[in-house]
């Protein structure tokens, strides 16, 4: 059917890559352009022989918007998926706009200076994808992700209104280090030192990092601990779900890693002021990313299950309801797939249905889209066909 160039070849973009190659049909021909192109080979090499799909190769610096623009000239996808970092969704969205070429990515736009994120910059482009005639399709990893799919299929199928959304985001694996991040450290610390906050009667509620704790009885996993984070979908969904009063996000972490991030944090390694090192200037916690464990190398060492899903509290014909949602991945059983854990794979399996629904014209419009703002129908028939499936609970729990 067409062509998509995947920006980035770290833990995410391997398992959109393998699910590509999987579904060779919708995804005929793959270039796969990075920093680090021997990275990109490697994949290449691997999935040649065991794949329909066409596989070329880029060595990229998806900074540079030029750079961008003469590869994405020369390939001619239908579909850029950017799977590099949050700081380079604006470069890629140029280049997309000087191309005309369809754009998706899993994450928003965060400057590297500056340890925020939030939509506007990318909803900033609104009015010049829609003059231009491409679709930006943003988020469409998990978390951001499917659980906006989720929100958008209970809006659809169960609700008139839904006045509470809790996100809950468990991991239950472990890698047997005392501390190493799921994906990309730099991110991911970024992330969980940050305040807290939860959108509440249409303003945002600010909490000190990790100040809120609940502990949560995970279906097939059991009691985790977990507390309330900042999260990018809550601004989205704050604005596209009918009827929100209340919605929050929580992540699941344990003692150990708990004990260590504040470890961290108190010696200041988590800091992003550069700092002079033996004549030059570090950053902290790029630094700290050196010399944590690479997450790609936690694959073939992680067991156990991640459970990421929603549960909405709302009014279907004047009564109230409730209704919990959630995916269920093992971290074993991904990597026997395609040797990543399950955090790369809940990832990287979305972000490559999201290309295939652009790509075959299912969600197409011009404009710059959340992934709400679909029709949740073929995204949630999609996971349950591509290693994703869902389980509905309609009486669950509800967390205080
Ligand atoms: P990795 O660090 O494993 O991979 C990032 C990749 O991007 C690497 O291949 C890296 O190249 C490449 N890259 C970085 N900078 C550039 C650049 N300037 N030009 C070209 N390539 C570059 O990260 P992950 O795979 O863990 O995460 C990828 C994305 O997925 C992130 O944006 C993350 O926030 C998002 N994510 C989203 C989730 C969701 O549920 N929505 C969950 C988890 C992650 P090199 O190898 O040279 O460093």
Known sequence: ????????????????????????????????????????????????????????????????TEELIELINSFKPDVVLNL??????????????????????????????????????????????KQAGICALLGSGFDPGVTGVFSAYAQKHYFDEINYIDILDANAGDHGYPFATNFNPEINIREVTANGSYWENGHWVETEPMEIKRVYNFPQIGDKDMYLLHHEELESLALNIKGIKRIRFFMTFGQSYITHLKCLENVGMTSIEPIEFNGQQI?????????????????????GKTNIGCIFKGLKDGKERTYYVYNVCDHEECYREVESQAISYTTGVPAMIG????????????????????????????????????VEDFNPTMVE
Not at 361 to 385: C, H, Q, R, S
């Open 283 to 303: 950053v902290p916690l790029q630094f700290l990313k050196a010399v944590l464990p690479d997450p790609s190398t936690l694959g073939p060492r992680t067991k």
């Open 1 to 64: 059917m067409g062509k998509v160039l995947i920006i980035g070849c770290g833990g995410v973009a391997s398992v959109a890559i393998h699910k590509c190659c999987q579904n060779s049909d919708v995804f005929e021909e793959i270039m796969i352009a990075s920093r680090t192109k021997s990275k990109c080979d490697a994949l290449k090499e691997k999935l040649t022989p065991i794949t329909k799909t066409k596989i070329q190769t880029a060595k990229v610096d998806a900074d540079n």
């Open 84 to 129: 590099a970092l949050p700081y380079q969704d604006l470069t890629i969205m140029d280049a997309c706009l000087e191309t005309k070429t369809h754009y998706v990515d899993t994450a928003n736009y965060e400057p590297l200076d500056e340890a925020k994120f939030e939509y506007s910059w990318q909803w900033a482009y609104r009015d010049k994808f």
């Open 355 to 390: 290309a295939m629904l652009i790509m075959n014209g299912t969600w197409t419009k011009p404009g710059v889209y959340n992934i709400e703002e679909f029709d949740p129908d073929p995204f949630m028939d999609a996971l349950n066909k591509w290693g994703l499936p869902w």
